[in-house]
């Protein structure tokens, strides 16, 4: 649990990196989204991790972010068209820090296979 404490803190203290690698990522076609700040201090490191992994792993030419906010509650889904795997390895914290703390957050995660591709969908209550 220590180490999942680490990464977290180490995940929040890197803000411009996420939006450097979401320029690399969407290009031209980032939008602007406006959360509380609450909300994008909970899912920051969701995102960034879900978005390097899908950078690092997945083979992917496309990767689309999408947030959706209401009173109740925030989904993040990021897909890519590539490979579509999903690895849980005990040695790594990756997703596995990610659903720690999903859990934390009283949220859920859902990985669906597309045909190519993968779709990670994350729900949090605001």
């Known amino acids: 649990m220590e180490k999942v404490r680490r ?27 406006e959360l509380q700040v609450e909300v994008v201090e909970s899912v920051f490191p969701i995102v960034l991790e879900l978005l390097r992994n899908a950078v690092r792993h997945s083979g992917a030419s ?21 490979n579509g795997s999903v690895e849980l390895k005990d040695d790594r914290f990756g997703l596995i820090g990610v659903r720690e703390i999903v859990s934390e957050l009283s949220g859920q995660i859902e990985f669906i296979s597309l045909a190519p591709g993968l779709l990670i969908r994350v729900s949090i209550p605001s």
């Open 7 to 33: 990464e977290t803190l180490s995940l929040r203290s890197s803000a411009p990196d996420l939006t450097e690698l979401a320029k690399q990522v969407c290009g031209p076609r980032l939008g602007q989204v």
């Open 62 to 82: 496309l990767i689309n972010l999408k947030t959706f906010s209401s009173d109740a509650l925030t989904v993040i889904e990021i897909s890519d068209n590539g």
